[in-house]
């Protein structure tokens, strides 16, 4: 799985969909997660915004709160939409009663 977390953005990405979701809880450093599979990069930065460098990670559980967040706004855009078109939920017959 493909992540990546923009603090500045307050954007996640997965899968290449970037959706808003609240970054305010990260470290004031922190730039940017870049996470493949099954390790990732931390990218931070100093006081006046610069590349200060970045740290491999191992374990994106630190991070599993905006991967969960990105599932919440990804299954409310769907709702939404669905909603918006007048789609059916799988599994359910729209009947129009003739008059």
């Known amino acids: 799985m493909r992540v990546t977390i ?7 990405y997965m899968g290449g969909i970037g959706l808003s979701v609240d ?12 996470w493949y ?4 990069v ?3 930065i100093d006081a006046e915004g610069n590349a200060a460098g970045n740290q491999q990670v191992a374990d994106l559980s630190p991070y599993q709160s905006f991967v969960d967040s990105w599932n919440a706004a990804q299954a409310a855009a769907t709702a939404a ?3 918006k078109s007048g789609s059916a939920k799988p599994g359910t017959v729209n009947v129009v009663a003739a008059s």
């Open 6 to 12: 923009i603090k500045a953005d307050n954007t996640v």
């Open 23 to 34: 970054c305010s809880s990260l470290p004031a450093n922190f730039h940017a997660l870049q």
């Open 37 to 40: 599979d099954t390790w990732g």
């Open 42 to 44: 931390v990218e931070t």
């Open 81 to 83: 939409q669905a909603a």
